[in-house]
């Protein structure tokens, strides 16, 4: 649709060639020809560059502070408070800049699968790019509805391109990503990285949905036989979240980001944002063979003369990443909702190597793992010495949480207990010894394990309890190998795996005391036995 037949005026912009969800061809060709770093890969796909910033910016993120909020909001580094006045003044920074733009283009689409639930929202922004991510991540209105839907719920203005004031208070560096709940608005400033969008729509659905008594979640999700074979996958950057659940024998609900409510679980999302570092067709066909025409390609390297796609080339980037509508998985159920979970998988990369495989919880040991939401990344390598970090976040995406954490815990438990859902811990991370010395939990075992948990196989397999962590360890397992079970038996020497386990125990109740102010003791007792690292 283009400007004669729509504009924004009512945004205060007065451009005249605008682009209202043209189809992805149409992105293709204002890419080629005005945005500079496109190109086209030999499996289709859309190649683009986000410029200087590669990820996201959390530490400019900012939620705008008004009585109708302000005692609902977890305050602090998540969410950094910004007054009305200095977010008019961005706003009006994005507008100014958005009106000297020759040609813009408007995604006008659905958060939220369920009708009952679903949010219209509206993108504005300056590239191509970005017009066709969003059409990518949003839910896709029909003609008629697009035709019918009136005036958005939530309006994103991007105008990544150009900087924010680092010397209007409040800012911190030239990037400003600012949500205002009671306007719904969003403004970007200085970051043109598209996650930006797609994390915005999804922090303000983290704060509406607790409102009508929906829990938004960051997951995945997929559905086996029927409605009554749902499991939900918890899990940072990293752990096979989207790997996972892209699982050619279960039906994909969505890879990222939900919502569930008194009547099931429903996508939040139209597409999947998946990481390509070291993609492959035999370890992930399903990702692979969604790269295409209508994807786009995110920093990936790539050949210029072949124009074929190198997964491996990390050099502008390890978050490397690829977008695309959800119904390019084969096995996509459309429309993207399902009935309640019957098993929640966290996941985790435990680069201390000490968590299994594989454990069973508790209710209570799934709230305290679900608000510790651990998981470790490898450090720089300083004097030649390699050394995991533990790093939690809050419900497994602490970075979108606008609420406290506790408030999500308790829906979370509430739903579980209500519908009888099963809760598990699954390391994909190091076993064998710590990193550096210990490897990766191959994929095939994790994939039968996950694959056991869907059949029932492991619902009432003989069990350990872990000395330190209390949680029940299956011994057996379907095509898993018994020893690769028990974790410290895989080391070569069990005293460093114990020691190691009392450190990893000591991060985890380190971390939870902020949070046993509002943990009832069942939840806090659920914990490692042990006392807090000083």
Known sequence: MAAKEFNLSKHDINVEKIFRNPAPATFYEEAIKYDSGSAIAKNGALIVRSGKRTGRSPADKR????????????????????????????????????????????IDGFAGWDPKYRLKVR??????????????????????????????????????????????EGMTSDASVDVNFNRGEMVILGTEYAGEMKKGVFTVMHYLMPIKNVLSMHCSANEGKDK??????????????????????????GDDEHCWSDDGVFNIEGGCYAKTINLSEENEPEIFNAI?????????????????VDYKDVSITQNTRASYPIEYIDNAKVPCETGHPKNIIFLTYDAFGVLPPVSKLTPEQAMYHFISGYTAKVAGTEMGVTEPQATFSACFGAAFL???????????????????????????????????????MDLKSTRAIINAIHAGELQDAPTVTDDVFGFEIPTECPNVKSEILQPRNTWDNAVEYDKQA?????????????????????????????????
């Open 228 to 253: 009554d074979d749902v499991a939900l996958f918890f899990g940072l950057s990293g752990t096979g979240k989207t790997t996972l659940s892209a699982d050619n024998s279960r039906k994909l609900i």
């Open 63 to 106: 939620v705008v502070n008004t009585p109708d909020v302000s005692d609902n909001i977890w305050w602090g580094d998540i969410n950094i408070s910004l007054d009305e006045h200095t977010f008019n003044i961005n706003h009006q920074r994005a507008t100014d800049y958005l009106n000297t733009c020759e040609r813009l283009y408007v």
């Open 502 to 534: 009392e450190k990893l125990g000591r991060l985890f109740a380190k971390n939870f005391e902020k949070y046993k102010a509002d943990s009832s003791d069942e939840i806090i007792n659920a914990g490692p036995k042990v006392g807090v690292e000083a």
């Open 123 to 168: 993108i504005i922004a300056e590239r191509p790019y970005h017009g066709l991510f969003m059409h990518n991540m949003l839910i896709r209105p029909t003609e008629e509805e697009l035709e019918n839907f009136g005036e958005p719920d939530f309006v994103v203005y991007n105008a990544g391109k150009f900087p924010a004031n680092k010397y209007t």
């Open 292 to 308: 295409k025409f209508g994807t786009v390609l995110e920093n990936v390297g790539y050949d210029e003369n072949s124009r074929v």
């Open 402 to 440: 606008v609420w406290p954490p506790a408030k999500y815990a308790e829906m979370l438990a509430e739903k579980m207990r209500k519908h009888g859902s099963n809760a598990w811990l699954v390391n994909t991370g190091i076993t064998g010894g710590p990193y550096g010395t210990g490897s990766r």
